[in-house]
């Protein structure tokens, strides 16, 4: 982790967890890398994009205080994206009980309306979880942790005291604007414009849908505040509102992943089969990713949610020969500044050190 925060004019992110997947993820050093979720921290409020595992233990290790949390935005659906939510709704609810702030935003996508398509590999036709409602958007995510933690909800509500978390976060689905032509099993992605989602005193937001396919909707976001712009990809194959969203970003936080090495874990072969399937149609390779961070004119690029995260460095290089700008690789807990206040402050200490 960077020791030292930028000044606070400057905005930047804290990758609080790097790792892609539903699992508990190792570097190739055999470090942990804790689950996808960023911090987006402009003077003293922060902003919380997806909630993978450990978001809050990463948050509180980076020195944020729910106290100062702006907002909660969720990509898409997929749990290495939204386990640690119920961490940050019933633990987070006790950081904030003296906080005099109104709830929380938790900003999200609608309901899906149907169950995805079945594989053509499959064999059989599974049972669905949950049948009645099988593909809640975060509306139906939060109530569902609420309601499945009720015991201890109204423990604390009706023994202790304790504010209802219900009353501390908002859940808001992001609706889509009519005529755009999404389909969640044909056109996931459409092109369409930026649509704002959120805005306050510090960032406007906008959410763009990506090529998460059968997950829709799945959002891209970009934060633009008055130091600098950064845009996060959340998981996404390569797709033209991904580059339209990025356009001219400062900084560009991007997925990224290893096919080969991925396809080497898995030993049952239909299993393996269905799920490439879905890897080669649903995310984007470093090389892609410096395609995509290169056509948008991105200043900065950064690759997280690495799948799989012990893969060697020199396949995240990848990138490097498509894209000419500034690359990273960040660990969990790296500061990275963003905008021109952060570029200058890179050259001046660039020079200072070259003059020494």
């Known amino acids: 982790m960077t020791d030292a925060s930028p000044s606070p004019m400057i905005p930047y992110v804290v990758t609080l967890g790097t790792a892609g997947g539903p699992r508990w993820w190792k570097d190739h ?57 119920p961490s940050l709704l019933l633990f987070g609810a006790f950081e904030l009980k003296n906080s005099p702030r109104g709830p929380i935003p938790i900003v999200g996508p609608g309901d899906r309306g149907k169950l995805p398509p079945l594989s053509p590999r499959a064999t059989a036709t599974p049972t669905p979880i949950a049948p009645h409602r099988p593909t809640p958007g975060i509306e139906g995510l939060v109530s569902g942790i609420l309601s499945a933690y009720a015991t201890d909800c109204n423990d604390r509500i009706f023994d202790s005291l304790a504010v209802s978390p219900a009353a501390q976060f908002d859940p808001r689905e992001i609706r889509l604007p009519g005529g755009i032509g999404f389909d969640p099993d044909t056109d996931v992605a459409p092109e369409m414009e930026p649509i704002e989602v959120f805005r306050d005193e510090h960032v406007t937001v906008t959410a763009i849908l990506v090529s998460h396919h059968p997950t829709a909707p799945a959002y891209a976001f970009r934060f633009e505040t008055v130091g600098g712009s950064v845009t996060i990809s959340g998981d996404t194959a390569p797709c033209s509102n991904m580059v339209r969203l990025a356009r001219g970003t400062d900084l560009l936080l991007h997925e990224a992943i290893n096919l080969e090495v991925l396809a080497a874990q898995y030993s049952d072969a239909q299993m393996l089969q269905a799920t490439m399937d879905h890897h080669r149609r649903a995310h984007t390779t470093a090389a892609e990713a410096g395609r995509i961070a290169s056509d948008a004119g991105a200043t900065h690029l950064a690759l997280h949610h690495l799948v799989p995260s012990y893969s060697p460095p020199e396949a995240w290089q990848e990138a490097r020969s498509t894209f000419a700008g500034t690359l990273s690789i960040p660990d969990d807990l790296e500061v990275i500044p963003f905008g021109p206040a952060a570029r200058a402050a890179a050259r001046l200490s660039s020079s200072s050190a070259t003059t020494r």
């Open 29 to 85: 050093e055999g470090t942990p890398r804790f689950g996808i979720a960023t911090a987006v921290v402009v003077g003293e409020t922060w902003y919380l994009v997806d909630c993978g595992q450990g978001a809050g233990r990463q948050a509180n290790a980076a020195g944020l205080s729910m106290s100062n949390l702006g907002a909660i935005f969720i990509t898409h659906m997929h749990s290495d994206h939204t386990v640690d939510l």
